[in-house]
């Protein structure tokens, strides 16, 4: 009787594990799959600048004009603009006192945080805000990106080489003041979802997608096309200037859908996680209201494994199944939210 007992238990486990087994695999041949499907990172998210033309022309003379931004006293000259320790703070009373890491970093080679994120931490296409996220999280990605546990899947993209390297050069304290600075900030409305067919034609510079010279639009097809809102004042690094994101017509529903439902197990509801309004929950970061570019980027770094952190694994069987067309309406729907 005691044997029998036994065998029906281990007849039992053998069952569960060929079931958890099959499941297993068949999960890895989607994630193959999935794989297999986008060969290349979209080149939309991940703008790649292009090679920089060897030049013969002769140097140009020092511009000293000094710049101005609506709505602010300052002046600044493009030097001051492009002074990667100590970028311009356009607005210094739209946030609390800088702590130095993010003001101005530590030479030679951890670049002030505020330089790329801005000093509000709205952060631009290439990068990605910060401003609210958990504290602890933000610390868990300065050390997933030190350990090589979160990389790109596009290695040409430098931007995310040079957050590897300030990772990896920022001591303990510096992280916990840039943390505690970035996750006591209110997130703003950022970024204008624009359902459409057709877009202005783009090309990459300055690692985002900008207008092209030759002007005129394009279908946007299988793409998100995030561009400034104004260029002009995204390029004096105004951080009051926010971005467009053209997506195609039919996703912000299609996105809801997924994000809701989980699409008829395509997915898992992003809410049980990330809060019932997706802006965050415990540690979990939010996805409201946050580029569209830069979420498909996680979305696929993380099917990829190029983001491969502890806490990544939990994020795993969400993405296993996902397309890029399910990644694109995921993100156009995360970004219509209210941040
Ligand atoms: C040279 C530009 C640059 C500087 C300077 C920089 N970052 Fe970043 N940071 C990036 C880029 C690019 C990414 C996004 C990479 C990606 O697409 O995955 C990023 C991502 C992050 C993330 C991940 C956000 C998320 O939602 O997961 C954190 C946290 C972060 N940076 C913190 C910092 C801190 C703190 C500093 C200052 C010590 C800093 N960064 C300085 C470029 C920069
Ligand atoms: C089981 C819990 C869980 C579920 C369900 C889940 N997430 Fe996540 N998500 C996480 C965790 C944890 C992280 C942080 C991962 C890390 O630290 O690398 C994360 C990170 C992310 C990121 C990167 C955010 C950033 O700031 O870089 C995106 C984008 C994301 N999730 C989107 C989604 C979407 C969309 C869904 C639903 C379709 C979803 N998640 C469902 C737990 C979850």
Redesign the pocket.
């Known amino acids: 009787m005691k044997l029998r007992k036994r065998w029906t238990a281990v007849i039992a486990l053998m069952a569960t594990c060929a079931f958890v087994c099959v499941a297993t695999a068949q999960n890895q041949n989607e994630s193959r799959a999935a794989q297999q499907r986008h060969e290349a990172p979209p080149y939309w998210a991940y703008a790649v600048d292009p090679p920089a033309a060897a030049s013969n022309a002769p140097a140009k003379p020092v511009d000293d004009t000094r710049r101005h931004v609506p709505g602010s006293t300052a002046a600044f000259t493009l030097a001051q603009i492009g002074d990667l320790f100590t970028p311009p703070d356009w607005h210094p009373a739209g946030h609390p006192a800088m702590p130095d890491i993010v003001a101005h970093g530590r030479k030679p080679d951890v670049f002030a945080c505020g330089y790329c994120h801005l000093p509000n931490g709205q952060g631009r296409p290439e990068n990605?805000s910060l401003a609210g996220?958990p504290a602890g999280?933000i610390a868990?990605?300065m050390a997933?990106f030190k350990s090589g546990m979160r990389k790109s899947s596009e290695p040409r993209q430098r931007p995310i080489a040079m957050m590897i390297a300030v990772a990896t050069k920022s001591n303990d304290q510096e992280i916990r003041a840039a943390a505690e600075y970035f996750s006591g900030l209110k997130p703003i409305p950022w970024i204008h979802v624009v359902e459409t067919k057709t877009v202005p034609r783009t090309r990459v510079a300055g690692w985002m997608l900008v207008p092209s010279a030759t002007s005129g639009r394009e279908p946007i097809g299988h793409r998100i096309i995030e561009t400034a809102a104004n260029l002009e004042q995204v390029e004096l690094r105004n951080d009051a200037s926010g971005f467009v994101a053209y997506v195609p017509v039919g996703s912000i529903e299609r996105g809801e859908a997924?994000?809701t439902s989980g699409g008829a197990s395509k997915?898992?509801?992003?809410a049980?996680?990330?809060g019932p309004d997706l802006k965050g929950k415990g540690d979990?970061?939010s996805?409201a209201g946050r580029s569209p570019s830069y979420?498909v980027r996680?979305?696929f770094d993380i099917q990829s494994g190029a983001?491969n952190?502890a806490?990544?694994q939990?994020?795993k069987p969400?993405v296993a199944k996902l397309t890029l067309d399910d990644m694109i309406s995921?993100a156009a729907y995360?970004a219509s939210l209210h941040p």
């Open positions: 990605s996220l999280y868990q990605q997933d997924l994000v997915t898992i509801p992003c049980i996680c990330h979990v970061p996805i979420v996680q979305l983001r952190g806490a990544t939990l994020m969400t995921i995360a």
